[in-house]
């Protein structure tokens, strides 16, 4: 057996170090947190896509009792941008969760 290592690499930007284009993004994966379906965790998460036409697609988590059947925002987010724009290519994606004290992150 042989021992494997991966890394991820990203850059985390403050809020106010964003494009006036990503905090727009970011804003939109904020008010996607609302329709997150998620009575067993309280968790919300929104996730908004920013496709290479420049629309912009969101989504959010849906529990399910079934935990296998659960998706996550992102998840949810990206198979809507591919459903309606199959040929057009993601460029961007924001990520943010309201806690069940109603914070929000980022």
């Not at 930007?13 to 904020?30: G, H, M, N, P, T």
């Not at 965790?41 to 929104?46: A, D, L």
């Amino acid at each position: 057996m042989k021992t494997l290592h991966q890394t991820v690499s990203y850059q985390s930007w403050a809020e106010s170090e964003l494009s006036e284009a990503d905090a727009r993004l970011v804003q939109a994966a904020r008010e996607s947190c609302a329709s997150s379906y998620s009575p067993y965790s309280h968790f919300q998460v929104g996730a908004a896509v920013l496709l290479q036409n420049g629309v912009v697609v969101c989504g959010s988590n849906q529990e399910n009792a079934a935990f296998p059947a659960t998706i996550c925002a992102e998840r949810c987010a990206m198979f809507y941008a591919n459903a309606r724009y199959p040929q057009v290519a993601p460029t961007t994606i924001a990520i943010a969760a309201r806690t069940p004290a109603g914070s929000v992150w980022p």
